[in-house]
């Protein structure tokens, strides 16, 4: 047999000299082929499909930004004013109901004490109404409320509501029995209510509206992204259809010019929804929540003023804390610049207002004229006389000023209530069907400049 040996491989030819390079490897290839894509890139935009590409591309960015944007802001307009109707909006109606049952319950529980037989049992049927309304206003803010702190202002509520009502009971108790000791009960029933449920109730129906303008405010905010998103793909478009003229010699593109319908269509749409929306929401605020605060303010103040005078009734006129409170409290309902003063002053031309707040003030006026009358005869010994005078049927006690005063600024809160809803559902509505609206708009848009800028690039490949 013959062997043979065979002789090494030959090493690889040298590339030949003006043939294709061999990539190379490493972050030095990386570059070397990002450098060649953009001098590609720049090329062809030196000509002009390629700037026709380079129109569309920024096209499409500006358009379905405006309208991706556009939708969300809408969305987001909408979800907020739900939301003022829903939770926000119910913590503030809870804890201002909340705020009022407290108050009212303790004007009721006072006057109680006072009254006897039937009389007191009337009183005694509206404190237990004051107590679950507070009972049913708590339960709904324990459910709406979204931060720890007014979480806490719940519970200490909860805490305290069966002290008081178990201090009242006590005085009630005692008081038909003959028992002196029941007023001293009474008395610190109200202190406990004076000095920690109605504070830790204001400062809960505070938080709660401070909550209610922040979401005013974001419903009311212009959506300035979106419409200069929009104006931007609208300047293009223009720009475009001109560029185009210059180079085509045709005077019209179908394409852009529908795109350039659909944006006009689109901006105004948008800019019309959001200035709508802003006018209903600010109505909502002037016209509703603005008289709402001022007379929730004067109810409870009356309704303080109340229990303060029934407190210094039980005191034989003797209680000069009880008087100093009675009279800053009056002082801040009818007083020079007062409550009942800002509310006529603010609302005194409006056609449904006027008449209440009319009502309100003259009421109030003949309650604070016959307490001093009701005073002096405590002091003077005719206690039977001051108290019937105080919490009596007849037309001239300071119980049917202090009625009357009650059922006109019921009657005014209602009024202002309802034109918040009314207002709240207008900005709602104004807003219907506007998001999908925007993004079909846009997108139709976005696919006629495509359709327009396509039909020019073909000319040229054709």
Do not use: C
Request: hydrophobic letters at 45%; zero cysteines; aromatic letters at 4%.
């Amino acid at each position: 047999m013959k062997l043979t040996v065979q002789s090494p491989p030959a090493p690889p030819q040298a590339q030949v000299q003006g043939g294709p390079a061999a990539p190379v490897p490493g972050p030095a290839g990386a570059a070397e082929s990002g450098r060649q894509r953009f001098s590609r890139l720049s090329s062809s935009l030196r000509h002009t499909p390629g700037q026709l590409r380079g129109i569309l591309a920024v096209l499409v960015v500006l358009t379905l930004g405006a309208g991706v944007t556009a939708a969300t802001s809408i969305l987001g307009k909408s979800a907020v004013i739900e939301d003022t109707t829903s939770q926000s909006g119910r913590l503030s109606v809870a804890a201002l109901e909340l705020y009022q049952a407290l108050s009212q319950a303790d004007a009721s529980a006072a006057s109680s004490y006072l009254t006897a037989g039937a009389a007191s049992e009337e009183v005694h049927d509206s404190y237990r109404e004051a107590l679950r309304d507070a009972t049913v206003a708590l339960t709904t803010a324990a459910r709406e409320v979204e931060t720890h702190a007014d979480a806490q202002l719940v519970a200490e509520l909860n805490a305290h509501l069966p002290v008081y009502t178990g201090l009242v009971e006590s005085a009630r108790t005692f008081n038909r029995l003959g028992e002196p000791v029941g007023a001293t009960y009474q008395r610190q029933a109200s202190t406990l209510m004076r000095s920690e449920m109605l504070p830790d109730a204001n400062t809960l129906q505070h938080n709660a509206i401070d909550q209610l303008n922040e979401a005013r405010d974001e419903a009311s905010a212009f959506p300035w992204v979106a419409t200069a998103l929009a104006a931007a793909a609208l300047g293009v478009l223009v720009w475009a259809q001109l560029w185009l003229t210059r180079r085509t010699n045709r005077v019209f593109n179908l394409g852009l010019v529908g795109a350039t319908v659909a944006m006009i269509g689109m901006t105004g749409w948008l800019v019309l929804v959001a200035l709508a929306s802003a006018s209903h929401t600010e109505r909502s605020h002037e016209e509703g929540s603005d008289p709402l605060e001022l007379l929730a303010e004067a109810h409870i103040t009356a309704q303080q003023a109340r229990a303060e005078e029934s407190l210094l009734l039980i005191a034989r006129g003797e209680d000069e804390k009880a008087d100093e409170r009675y009279t800053d409290q009056m002082a801040l309902l009818v007083g020079e610049g007062g409550l009942l003063a800002q509310l006529s002053e603010a609302y005194g031309d409006d056609p449904d207002l006027s008449g209440p707040l009319a009502a309100a003030e003259e009421s109030a006026g003949a309650w604070s004229a016959g307490h001093d009358e009701v005073i002096k005869l405590a002091k003077a010994g005719s206690y039977a006389e001051a108290v019937e005078l105080a919490v009596g049927d007849s037309d001239e006690s300071l119980a049917t000023s202090f009625d009357a005063l009650d059922e006109q600024l019921t009657e005014a809160t209602a009024i202002s209530a309802e034109r918040f809803v009314d207002a709240t559902g207008d900005a709602e509505r104004s807003l219907s069907g506007a998001a999908a609206g925007l993004a079909a708009l846009s997108l139709l848009a976005l696919v006629s400049a495509a359709i327009g800028i396509q039909m020019r690039v073909a000319e040229y490949h054709a």
